[in-house]
């Protein structure tokens, strides 16, 4: 398991730099990499999941083709989120619970394989992947 991955990919189609971060980076045996990032929030988290879901399935692509494009190859990708709701006291002045939701939500499994096609499809033309190499179960970022 790798704990906070930072990412940075120059894109020198658009002259830009895009940065990004992974909270937990996990390969199991099998060749299959699970990316895992927190989402805090201050809302109920199903009232959370239903707004922010969208936008979450699209930064949370881009990580996957961020890593593509440095050349990991992985048998598999999956994309969850573990949100957590912090709820404040009254004047907001200081939180009096956390609330993690007890398993993440896999994006893959949410909206299917076939739903993410669309997003990888534009991303990859912004972030290309490099072809296949094949990089070690035990490499290091």
């Known amino acids: ?3 906070n991955v930072g990412l940075k ?5 658009l002259g830009l730099s895009l ?3 992974i909270d937990f980076v996990i390969i199991d045996p099998e060749g299959n990499l699970s ?4 989402k ?5 988290i199903d009232s959370w999941e239903k707004s922010k879901l969208e936008k979450y399935k699209h930064e949370m692509v881009f990580l996957k ?7 990991f190859n992985f048998k598999n990708i999956y994309l ?6 912090l709820k ?3 004047d907001f002045s200081d939180v009096d619970s956390i609330v993690v939701k007890p398993f993440p939500i896999n994006l893959d499994v949410k909206y299917g394989k076939d739903a993410l096609k669309n997003i990888d499809a534009e991303v990859s033309k912004i972030i290309p992947p490099k072809s296949a190499i094949e990089v070690p179960l035990d490499f290091g970022i």
């Open 88 to 90: 404040y006291n009254e």
């Open 65 to 71: 083709y961020m890593l593509s494009s440095k050349g």
């Open 19 to 21: 940065l990004g971060h």
């Open 1 to 3: 398991m790798l704990k």
């Open 80 to 85: 969850n989120l573990i949100p957590i709701r």
């Open 35 to 38: 990316l895992y990032n927190y």
């Open 40 to 44: 805090v929030t201050s809302e109920s």
């Open 9 to 13: 990919n120059e894109i020198e189609s």
